[in-house]
């Protein structure tokens, strides 16, 4: 059974940064075609922030990253990191990791989440 579990939110000031893990279990990383951040602010519907090709390791961001974060994966670890930087407040969201099998369709794993507060 796969199980995506993020860890690294939490509250910092603006400009500050943050990193956050997802921990895959159950499937070793190089398995899935993609794995990808999302995220969620209150109110608002989930957005895509970035992916990474996990045979390739070829990475894709959302045009509001604009260089502020960096997605990695770490095949020994079966973690995929996003390093975030220069955040603002509006980055203010839950933050969720997903995986998928194949380039196409939905993801079809996700985790649960994790909360990352960015203060003015």
């Known amino acids: 059974q796969v199980h995506l579990v993020e860890s690294g939110g939490g509250l910092v000031q603006a400009g500050g940064s943050l990193r956050l893990s997802c921990a895959a279990s159950g499937r070793m990383f190089d398995s899935y075609a993609r794995m990808a951040w999302f995220r969620q602010a209150p109110g608002k519907e989930r957005e895509f922030v970035a992916h990474?090709?996990?045979?390739?390791?070829?990475?894709y961001y959302a045009d509001f990253v604009k260089g502020r974060f960096t997605i990695s994966g770490v095949t020994a670890k079966n973690t995929v990191y996003l390093q975030l930087s220069s955040l603002k407040p509006e980055d203010t969201a839950v933050y969720y990791c997903?995986?998928?099998?194949?380039?196409?369709?939905?993801?079809?794993?996700w985790g649960q989440g994790t909360q990352v507060t960015v203060s003015s």
């Open positions: 990474i090709n996990c045979p390739t390791s070829s990475t």
């Open positions: 997903a995986a998928r099998e194949t380039y196409y369709g939905n993801y079809d794993f």
